[in-house]
C-alpha cells in the first residue's frame, strides 16, 4: 500500500530510508543524527564544486535529498576556498552542532560511501576530479565499495 498516493513520494522516501540505514550502519542507530550527518556533508561538498557539477550531482540524488542538498544554497559564491582536509571537516563539524557527538571523518566517509554506492560512477568520478587531492582522499575506492543496486 503507498505511504503517499505517489509513487514518486514513495519512491524518494523508500530511497532516502536506504540512505539513512546505510549511514546509521556507520555512525549509529539514531535517524535523526543520520539525516544531519548527510546534511553536514552535502553542503559543505556541494559548495565547493563548481557551479556545474554541484547541479550534476545534484540531478543523481533522490528527491528528498535533492531537496536537502538544496537547501540554503547561495550558487554566486560557489565554489568555496576549501583546499585541506581540516577545513571540509571543520565546515561538517559546523553542521553536526545540534547532533549528538560524532566522529566527524567517520561522518565522511559514512555518507561519501552512500554516494559511492548510489550514484553513477562516472559522476563520482567528476566530482572527485573537481576536489583538490586532499579531499579526492575523503572517497571511498571503488575497489573496497561495491556498488548496490538501484
Known amino acids: 500500500m503507498s505511504q503517499t498516493g505517489l509513487e514518486v513520494f514513495d519512491r524518494t522516501v523508500q530511497t532516502t530510508n536506504i540512505w539513512l540505514n546505510e549511514i546509521m550502519e556507520v555512525i549509529g542507530p539514531d535517524r535523526h543524527n543520520a539525516l544531519h550527518a ?55 563539524q559546523v553542521g553536526l552542532e545540534r547532533s549528538r557527538p560524532i566522529d566527524v571523518k567517520d561522518v ?12 553513477d560512477p562516472g559522476e563520482i568520478e567528476q566530482v572527485k576530479h573537481s576536489l583538490p587531492a586532499g579531499l579526492q582522499v575523503l572517497f571511498p575506492d571503488h575497489d573496497t565499495a561495491p556498488r548496490r543496486p538501484h
Open 38 to 92: 548527510l546534511r553536514a556533508v552535502l553542503h559543505p561538498l556541494r559548495d565547493r564544486l563548481p557551479l556545474q557539477e554541484a547541479v550534476h550531482l545534484g540531478a543523481q540524488l533522490p528527491l528528498l535529498v535533492r531537496g536537502v542538498y538544496y537547501e540554503n544554497w547561495r550558487p554566486q559564491v560557489n565554489p568555496t576556498p576549501i583546499r585541506h582536509q581540516h577545513e571540509f571537516l571543520e565546515r561538517v
Open 108 to 119: 565522511v566517509q559514512a555518507v561519501l560511501k552512500v554516494l559511492d554506492h548510489h550514484v
